[in-house]
């Protein structure tokens, strides 16, 4: 499984998956510069997830991640306080690499 990612997430994208949460009212992570449009890279580090952009960076640890859902191919990451961090669909190859993504993530969360 790669450990770096690259990706840009639309601003279509961005509200598509902000809608499937506002059921649940999560909201995206404040302080967090906009990632819209802008290319990000995703590491896998072995404390967490850390994300860096022009516009900045931020790691989420393991231990802070509630849940990683699904929304058409992108995913997000579940943090405490309802609080959501979006990846976009593009960062993987296929549908095989968006699985193991999904699993290694789970795994890495579990209780």
Known sequence: MRTSYEYT??????????RDHQSKQPKPVPGYP???GVP????IEEDGISVGSRNGNA?????DIISVEEHDGSVSLLLEYD??????SLAFVDGAEHGDFLAYVRERIAP
């Open 9 to 18: 997430l639309s601003e279509e994208e961005f509200l598509r998956i902000l």
């Open 34 to 36: 906009p990632i819209q």
């Open 83 to 88: 609080l959501f961090f979006p990846i976009a």
């Open 40 to 43: 990000a890279i995703l590491t």
């Open 59 to 63: 790691t989420f640890f393991w231990r």
